[in-house]
């Protein structure tokens, strides 16, 4: 076991630059924190390795099989730690390589330009939960290895492909393949209720200030909305994504 | 229009104040930021006085009414302010006082030791949308008048009662009224869809690590659980809600 007490070790520094989207796009890794998330990628097989405050209890507890693993120094920790209270765990991880032409499902959640890390990360938690195959995290959207967004999709990324894409790409690929995408809107919709759930279908939904693109919105089978029955403008995006998704699946 | 320029003076400290939960508690009053959420309150009649920066471009674009307006220096905004980039505009507010012996509706949503800020919002704009009466917040919650509450929540404090509750006894008075109570639970719980929606419904929702108080659900009329289908062990509280809610409602 490799030990490391200097924050100015070069090893550190690599680690923290996995806080960056560009470092995590360049070395296709990315950075997970906590042992919830750490179970989930050892079970996931995705973890390259293993850092462990030399203060944390959880070096008995958990089994690393032979994964490499550093301890390090409280300072380091704090370093690399992106919550107030960090609980001393780290992960590296390989990011989900994905080729294309394997990917099937039947359900499918598409994300038009999501900004907000809790919500990119409730709807991949969500996605997961309600059984769907396969997310898509098209332009515009916060990066889907973001730590904020881990953190709320609580292990979901080892559970089901979450895959960049160019969404109007797939809104055509899955239309041609026969399954029914469903956009969301506020306007020129159909109440989601007249849809008839079934087991397969896609369902895009959008930006949380602007909705779904409208040249997207153009592509699709056909749109939904949710009745508003109060004084409510609109409704959150991962709620929105909650309350479609387990209504359309069959 | 009064003027403000020091942070030093004591009416700035008086709002300052309003920051905590005991100084909200000891005036009944609560401070709100933001132009949307100033415009929420003048129209529910909340507003007790106006706080605006010097520089605000909304000075001419609002009316105000005869609502007392300070303007002060965008240093003062800035100790104010709960949010990175203020909009330059707060309101000081007054809470809702409520008559128990008023309180009539058809629909509840019960809120047991909820947490997070974000999804305590979320759940009451949830409600709003989802047409819901009147939502009780259960001790052991994070105080509904805290600033990223009400951020979250997006204004739809001023369009539905939100009142601190023992649940308990709520949910006492509702079975007594015949208004079904159904607590959510992982367990010992009916698949919420064998449920017939009816236009009266309490739902009651509870802590994101340990959810509803074992006790209270001991009371409910039954009690539902969402079907996991994927892998994650859970969905957020606020999209769970969400489901339950679209479903409940006839």
């Known amino acids: 076991m490799k030990h490391i007490t200097s924050a100015k070790n070069p090893q550190v520094k690599e680690w923290k630059k996995l806080l960056t989207k560009k470092e995590r796009d360049k070395t296709e890794t990315f950075l997970i924190e906590g042992i919830h998330l750490v179970e989930e990628a050892l079970k996931a097989d995705k973890v390259l390795e293993i850092i462990i405050s030399e203060q944390s209890h959880f070096i008995q507890k958990i089994n690393f099989g032979d994964t490499p693993v550093t301890?390090?120094?409280?300072?380091?920790?704090?370093?690399?730690?992106?919550?107030e209270s960090p609980q001393g765990v780290f992960a590296v991880c390989e990011q989900e390589k994905i080729n294309l032409n394997e990917i099937t499902g039947k359900t499918f959640l598409l994300l038009?330009?999501?900004?907000?890390?809790?919500?990119?990360?409730?709807m991949i938690r969500t996605a997961d939960a309600a059984g769907v195959d396969v997310v898509v995290v098209g332009q515009g959207s916060v990066d889907h290895?973001?730590?904020?967004?881990?953190?709320?999709?609580?292990?979901?990324?080892?559970?089901?492909?979450?895959?960049?894409?160019?969404?109007?790409?797939?809104?055509?690929?899955?239309?041609?393949?026969?399954?029914?995408?469903y956009g969301t809107a506020l306007e020129n919709g159909q109440v989601y209720t007249e849809t008839t759930p079934s087991p397969t279908f896609a369902l895009l939904v959008g930006n949380e200030g602007n909705g779904v693109n409208k040249e997207l919105l153009d592509q699709t089978t056909?749109?939904?909305?949710?009745?508003?029955?109060?004084?409510?403008?609109?409704?959150?995006?991962?709620?929105?994504?909650g309350i479609l998704l387990y209504y359309l699946r069959a």
Not at 114 to 122: I, K, R, S, Y
Not at 227 to 240: D, R, T
């Open 71 to 83: 301890t390090v120094t409280e300072e380091i920790i704090k370093t690399l730690s992106d919550t």
């Open 112 to 122: 038009d330009a999501v900004q907000d890390p809790g919500n990119l990360g409730t």
């Open 222 to 241: 056909k749109n939904l909305y949710i009745p508003i029955h109060g004084k409510s403008e609109s409704l959150n995006v991962a709620v929105a994504a």
């Open 145 to 181: 290895y973001n730590p904020k967004v881990l953190r709320s999709a609580q292990g979901s990324h080892f559970h089901l492909p979450v895959l960049k894409g160019d969404l109007s790409e797939w809104v055509e690929k899955l239309k041609d393949e026969g399954t029914p995408v």
